[in-house]
């Protein structure tokens, strides 16, 4: 069946520095969303990225669609305390997504 | 506009029992998947109903079962409980499937666990 990687698993980082979470897919994907789920929370959906090569920017979160569409990742500048939490990407099979293993960010202020 | 309403927020239950779950999705979505989410993993996909039936099912034996009512709303079923159903249940609702550009809008999930 489909599988979605997430590496890595856990990232600590000091306040204002950078992050960046890797999600690979063993298929190619449609296309790929990412979330994220605050620690007690649940999955909270940021944005979607449809095309080879794509990149889109939400303030500091970039986030970009490999050529192949099986890979995608999410870089954060600049860190900050409000960040913290899990980082899911979900990639396309069939008509629902599967959600890969997820990375756990934790900023220290 | 409301968004996904899941209840009980917190289950406990014992090995062998019977347990449902309810979702109401967010105004305007047709489409409902269940997701167990175990501690510190992703979310899995357990089915998806649209239009009262059964679309797609993931990897979860015939002891999982669901509903949806003519309103959307869903009920997720889990028979003969085991330890490991233990886990936050998630309902998460779309207009349509697979979600469109604007994902799938997440319930706050249900916490079962089994004892």
């Known amino acids: 069946g489909q599988q979605v990687m997430q590496i890595p698993q856990y990232q600590h980082v000091q306040e204002g520095e950078d992050f960046t979470t890797y999600c690979n897919s063993s298929?190619?994907?449609?296309?790929i969303q990412w979330y994220k789920q605050r620690p007690g929370g649940h999955p909270v959906f940021l944005i979607q990225?449809?095309?080879?090569?794509e990149v889109k920017k939400q303030k500091r979160l970039t986030f970009q669609f490999g050529e192949a569409k099986k890979n995608s990742s999410l870089h954060i500048t600049a860190t900050q305390t409000t960040d913290v939490g899990t980082y899911f990407c979900?990639?396309?099979?069939?008509?629902?997504?599967?959600f890969g293993t997820g990375t756990s960010l934790t900023v220290i202020p | 506009d409301a968004g996904v309403t899941q209840s009980p927020t917190h289950l406990i239950k014992t090995r062998g029992q019977q347990v449902t779950l309810r979702c109401s999705p967010k105004?305007?979505?047709?489409?409902v998947s269940w997701y167990q989410q175990a501690l510190g993993q992703g979310p899995q996909f357990i089915f998806q109903?649209?239009?009262?039936?059964?679309?797609q099912r993931g990897n979860f034996p015939d002891r999982f079962s669901g509903h949806q009512f003519p309103n959307y709303s869903s009920e997720l079923n889990v028979n003969a409980l085991l330890l490991g159903d233990s886990a936050l249940y998630l309902c998460?609702?779309?207009?349509?499937?697979?979600?469109?550009?604007?994902?799938?809008?997440f319930g706050s999930g249900t916490r079962l666990t089994v004892v």
């Open positions: 998460a609702s779309s207009l349509g499937a697979p979600p469109g550009p604007h994902g799938y809008t």
């Open positions: 990225l449809v095309k080879s090569g």
């Open positions: 109903y649209y239009e009262e039936e059964e679309r």
């Open positions: 298929t190619t994907l449609s296309n």
């Open positions: 105004s305007g979505h047709d489409t």
């Open positions: 979900a990639g396309r099979g069939g008509n629902q997504f599967y």
